[in-house]
Nanobody, 124 residues
Framework: QVQLVESGGGWVQAGGSLRLSCAAS????????MGWFRQAPGKEREFVVG????????YYADSVKGRFTISRDNAKNTVYLQMNSLKPEDTAVYYC?????????????????WGQGTQVTVSS
């Protein structure tokens, strides 16, 4: 069982930056690939980025490539999402998720555990 708690969301002007954190409970965190997803108002939840269990592999959605960076600290049971050059279209609730595998892709069904989400609002 893994419990995930996101933090770091908030309001920022376009071009600004935010850093999201996702703290995981449980000693098996390092056994999970992790992902960030987001859901904008009136839209389906979409994949943002994923990272392998040791952090050696990452996979970004085209919409955030070059602007967002995912990382993880297995000693702290935490995964991070550094978001730079934010745009109004990045406004969404951001969720972290854990997949019981070495590497996970963009499919939601790969992920067994989800956080409650944190709101990110980017104003123009």
């Amino acid at each position: 069982q893994v419990q995930l708690v996101e933090s770091g969301g908030g309001w920022v002007q376009a071009g600004g930056s935010l850093r999201l954190s996702c703290a995981a409970s449980g000693r098996t965190f390092r056994s999970y690939a992790m992902g960030w997803f987001r859901q904008a108002p009136g839209k389906e939840r979409e994949f943002v980025v994923g990272i392998s269990w040791r952090g050696g592999s990452t996979y970004y959605a085209d919409s955030v490539k070059g602007r967002f960076t995912i990382s993880r600290d297995n000693a702290k049971n935490t995964v991070y999402l550094q978001m730079n050059s934010l745009k109004p279209e990045d406004t969404a609730v951001y969720y972290c998720a854990a997949a019981p595998t070495v590497v996970a892709g963009p499919g939601e069904n790969e992920y067994d555990y989800w956080g409650q989400g944190t709101q990110v609002t980017v104003s123009s």
